[in-house]
């Protein structure tokens, strides 16, 4: 992109589209949504040489500069003349000196086109100026902390996490899972379904309501329906219990992932309503050709039967997000994905991929080298003072109604460690908040040393994610 003209960058405006908060936390990171107008001559984006950039400044109360480069957060497509796009800008605020409890401050969003000019230059004068009070406030004092499941872990402790983890006093988890269906129509090498010896099944309809209803009364929020291991179009039951969260008025989101195989378990009419009432579905894909995918499935004729539930999901959605998971043994580049998905879907579809696999906390799993390019991530010990966000962000409750720790790696639910509780005898509050809960939390869980999920740990997962928080569905992996 040429460098924009004095003249043209005078006509290129920012206007809020939320509220901002008047306080918030040091050190800590925030979305704003502007509306951008371009009411220039010119094209802009953020792609080519030069490109443009929402970004901001932050100025003491006084107006002198405190940081002057800001994030950048780019234009998601190009903006043409007299058009008008909304705009997501991320802002981290500074941190407070030393024994400064609270401080003024004043938030300058403005645009910067690179090694070009900033636009709040004195001669183009195109920025918002917002007061912001920057503090530290805590969520709990020292006395409090008995009270508080994960007191112990200090990082928490900040005011801004309280309404996302705390109902009438007590703690809950971001959002929930609930398993459903332990049935799996594939082998896959990376998982453990094979292995599994607990009862295979669906969950009972006055179990599942009993878990809902236990949610709703903690103040609801997102659901994932993903099973710990098997594919949720195997749960024949899956209309009814989607049609039972959409009837209640503290359901947000509702996501899940599938291998789409089972799609065609259901009519048009049943799997329109599913995939439409459903915020996020995200599709895993295990090879991009029939060998790659039946080498790593253990089934034969599964390839055909995915890419038919692929297509028929993508041609019944109006409006679920929809995304691909690829898990490959075979090393493939982003052009060969991309086409890849061109050629059998005619659109574009977002999508992410691996090769490096977890060992579901049985560090004996990694002694089986993985065909072709795919790898097993090495074992690491983790702190045990600072765990990965899985307890904190999400609960899972298991087919049998027991409430786990750690939702991913108790494929076959018999570490007796990780039941915190079983919903069928006490509410899910009661159990989030229990002494096994809190004893997990205190002197941490025997299976993370072992387990090899690559997750963020608590401090990144607050630092990086808080301005996702109250929609977790949007950017967590369900």
Known sequence: MLPISKEDARNICLSLLNEIPSRMDSNSKY???????????????????????????????????????????PLTNAIEPSQKREIEVIIHTPPLPTDTKSGDFILRLTLVQEYIQWFD?????????????????????????DSIVFGNVSYLNKAKLRKYFQYQNMCRPLYLGIETVNICNLKCIICP??????????????????????????????????????????????????????????IRDIGFITNAIAA?????????????????????IYGLNEKEYSTMTRTKG???KMIKGIKHIVNLNEKSVISFG?????????TEIEQWIINNFNRNIPFGYTL????????????????????????????????????????????????????????????????????????LIDI?????ARALWKNGFSKCKTCTFKNITLINFIEDYFPYLDRPLQVFYV
């Not at 690829?326 to 982003?334: A, I």
């Not at 490096?356 to 080298?369: C, F, Q, R």
């Not at 989030?432 to 096994?436: A, F, H, Q, R, T």
């Open 432 to 436: 989030y908040n229990g002494v096994k």
């Open 302 to 304: 599964s390839y055909d």
């Open 31 to 73: 979305i704003v949504k502007v509306l951008l107008h371009n009411n220039s001559s010119v094209e802009l984006n953020s792609y080519d040489d030069n490109p443009l950039f929402l970004s901001y400044h932050w100025l003491d109360n006084h107006g002198n500069l405190i940081i002057h480069d800001g994030i950048r957060s």
């Open 326 to 334: 690829f898990r490959f043994l075979v090393n493939h580049s982003q």
């Open 121 to 145: 230059e004195p001669d183009i004068n195109s920025y918002i100026d917002i007061n912001i009070i920057i503090d530290d406030e805590k969520w709990w004092d020292e006395s409090e902390e």
């Open 356 to 427: 490096e696999y977890a060992n579901w906390g049985d560090d004996t799993t990694v002694k089986i080298p993985l065909p072709y390019d795919a790898k097993w991530m090495p074992v690491q010990e983790h702190k045990k003072e600072m765990p990965c966000y899985f307890p904190l962000a999400s609960t899972k409750v298991f087919l049998n109604g027991d409430v786990n720790f750690c939702l991913c790696i108790d494929y076959n639910n018999d570490i007796t460690e990780n039941t915190i509780g079983n919903i069928k005898y006490e509410r």
């Open 193 to 250: 379904c094979s292995k599994m010896t607990r009862k295979r099944g669906l969950m009972d309809m006055d179990l599942f309501k009993k878990i809902v209803t236990d949610y709703c009364e903690i103040g609801g929020g997102d659901v994932s329906l993903t099973p710990v291991v098997g594919d949720i179009f195997l749960d024949k039951y899956l209309p009814e219990r989607i049609n039972y969260l959409k009837a209640q008025s503290k």
């Open 264 to 284: 065609s378990r259901f009519n048009d009419k049943d799997l329109r309503f599913i995939i439409n009432s459903t915020y996020r579905i995200d599709i895993s």
